[in-house]
Nanobody, 121 residues
């Protein structure tokens, strides 16, 4: 079972990036999927999540209105569209999957390897 995150990179403040997370080894169509991030020297924190159907989305206050999570159940994938990026968004971004949406990284069972997003000022 593997979650492969991609799409990170270096972007200027105010710019946009789209992260992708593709799953293999099993289907996650009936799982919630989410994104977490870990800024340098800090703990992993919740960013966004989407329920199994895609009908409900959840965001950290710090990214609400700037980030959009989506999923394609047929492709076993999820995405994070990030806009109006700020230097404080700099972090390693991880995708995750689990049966239940929570904002605690400790409760998510499946993880991708992370992709680095760096926002320059």
């Amino acid at each position: 079972v593997q979650l492969q995150a991609s799409g990170g990179g270096l972007v200027q403040a105010g710019g946009s990036l789209r992260l992708s997370c593709e799953a293999s080894g099993r289907t996650f169509s009936n799982y919630a999927m989410g994104w977490f991030r870990q800024p340098p020297g800090k703990e992993r924190e919740f960013v966004a999540a989407i329920n199994w159907s895609g009908g409900s989305t959840f965001y950290a206050d710090s990214v609400k209105g700037r980030f959009t999570i989506s999923r394609d159940r047929a492709k076993n994938a999820q995405y994070l569209q990030m806009s109006s990026l700020k230097p404080e968004d700099t972090a390693v971004y991880y995708c995750a999957a689990d049966k239940v949406v929570t904002n605690s990284h400790r409760n998510w069972a499946y993880w991708g390897q992370g992709t680095l997003v760096t926002v320059s000022s």
